[in-house]
């Protein structure tokens, strides 16, 4: 089994669908995480909140040869570390056994919300 | 199957190679063995295994080792089944397309780096990116090395036979590339012979090898471009032919038409008889339409609605179309603006194709006749 990050893509400042429309979104998605769950597929999902919302902390010192930092010092900004037009409004993890799998999760997610899914493996750690 | 088994793509190629490699040194002193397949599976798992075993200074890699079982029994019913995953693996579509047709030829066709690289006009670097970069996504995104189930069959199906199409094309129209030609139909016959039942991958076969036949009179002495009414009929490869015409009539039987096998249709009903029935054409392009209406499928059946109904409703058909970039556009439009005697037009149009193509066969046929519509084109003195 391998686990896969399904990333759902939001356009900045975008109108957010009308609230019956969104309830009707929310569930159907409720169903369908049922329906991961019922399949053992199913990690951990949630939704995020505006970007707005985001803090970054970024050390400032530089990488020495040892793996060590010359700096521990961590510089905090108010906002998300990319601003763009589209950022990342939540997300599912899940457990399949290949792609196609992941991708039939993703596709059913797409389809159920109507945004932008990008699914993307974990980097797998040999235990 | 050793993809399946080593899990890994660059492994198992290499071994393959190496079992090639040995067949190559052995085979003729110690003679053939009576499973060559299964001999170059044995041999292939068993460098595998001596490569993990070497490599194995992380438990992974000896666990990788121990899951490669010499035991597997060596049938040559499997190695067919294999290639048609691979087939499948190469066109998957979470691969780019341009990944997906180099994958082909490089696991399918056997064919090198640079040889892509060549046939494909980028440089060595950039393909052997672009298949490092395929080759990391399957087995870091764990693409599965298997024939899709049945549900996504038609969809993948139609995924595998663009890719050999494509590849077929890029060495029908670069006319000096004639190794993808028989590479594309080296693999239709192989989709061919593993899918027996798919009657589309049974039209693509047919289609190129119709194409294929008519390969020797394409050009003339000069390297002109020669178009397919005015070709020598005797130069055909009357072979291809015949096996394309018995393919083509293989799938009517079956009565499940799609648009491989109604082009494939096209090309039998151009090499029937000593001149085509246009209206025969005609028709077909009419369903071909239905079934794929875009502009240069209604290009090529304006082609036959010219010889059916005359230059004038044909130019009609042409000028709505949206295919300013296309240089078959502009070609064909001038053609219809010879025939109905407007040269100076048909000249611009003619102009207009030759800036579109960068093929040398086609410009010299482009320049035959700008030449000839310049002298009509002179006001009588």
Excluded at chain 2, 290 to 304: D, I, S, W
Aim: with cysteine; charged share 25%.
């Amino acid at each position: 089994m391998a686990q896969y990050l399904l990333s759902v893509y939001q356009p900045t400042g975008g109108e957010p669908p009308a609230p019956e429309a969104l309830n009707v979104i929310m569930v159907n998605l409720g169903k369908l995480q049922q329906e991961m769950k019922d399949a053992g597929a199913w990690v951990f999902s949630g939704g995020l909140e505006a970007p707005e919302t985001a803090t970054v902390l970024q050390a400032t010192g530089s990488l020495r040869p040892d793996g060590t930092l010359s700096s521990d010092e961590v510089l905090l900004t108010d906002g998300p570390f990319i601003e763009a037009k589209e950022y990342l409004g939540g997300f599912t993890i899940i457990e399949a056994d290949d792609l196609d799998e992941a991708l039939r999760w993703g596709r059913r997610t797409a389809a159920t919300i109507g945004l932008p899914i990008e699914v993307r493996p974990f980097f797998r750690v040999e235990s | 199957m050793l993809i399946r088994q080593c899990g890994d793509v660059d492994l198992a190629e290499e071994c393959a190679q190496d079992a090639f490699a040995a067949a190559v040194e052995r085979w003729p002193s110690d003679g053939v063995p009576p499973s060559p397949a299964g001999w170059l599976i044995t041999t292939a798992r068993n460098r595998a295994i001596d490569r993990l075993r070497r490599e194995s200074t992380r438990d992974a890699r000896q666990r990788a080792a121990a899951l490669l079982d010499p035991g597997l029994p060596e049938e040559v019913g499997i190695v067919t089944d294999d290639r048609l995953r691979l087939i499948f693996t190469c066109c998957h579509p979470a691969l780019a397309p341009a990944a997906r047709v180099a994958l082909t030829l490089r696991l399918l066709g056997g064919l090198t780096t640079p040889e892509i690289a060549r046939a494909f006009l980028v440089s060595e670097a950039t393909m052997a990116a672009r298949i490092t970069r395929a080759k990391k996504k399957i087995s870091a995104a764990r693409i599965p090395y298997r024939v899709p189930r049945e549900a996504d069959l038609p969809d993948r199906l139609r995924g595998v036979l663009a890719v050999i199409y494509l590849v077929f094309n890029e060495g029908y129209t670069a006319l000096d590339r004639s190794e993808l030609g028989a590479e594309a139909v080296r693999l239709g016959r192989l989709l061919v012979e593993l899918m027996p039942d798919e009657p589309e991958a049974r039209g693509l076969l047919a289609l190129m090898l119709l194409a294929e036949a008519r390969r020797p009179a394409r050009t003339d002495a000069g390297g002109s471009l020669v178009r397919i009414g005015e070709q020598d009929r005797s130069a055909w490869d009357a072979e291809l032919v015949a096996e394309g015409h018995a393919l083509v009539r293989q799938c009517l039987r079956r009565g499940q038409p799609g648009p491989y096998q109604v082009q494939a249709a096209i090309a039998a009903v151009h090499s029937d008889g000593p001149s085509p029935d246009w209206t025969q054409i005609k028709q077909l392009y009419d369903q071909l339409l239905t079934m794929t209406p875009t502009p240069v499928v209604a290009l090529n059946r304006a082609v036959a609605v010219a010889e059916v109904s005359g230059p004038a409703s044909a130019l009609e058909l042409v000028n709505g179309l949206a295919l300013d970039g296309y240089y078959l556009f502009h070609a064909v439009r001038a053609d219809l603006l010879r025939r109905l005697g407007r040269p100076s037009e048909a000249l611009d149009a003619y102009a207009s194709a030759l800036t579109l193509t960068s093929n040398p066969a086609e410009q010299e046929f482009l320049r035959g006749r700008i030449h000839q519509c310049a002298r009509e084109a002179k006001p009588m003195a």
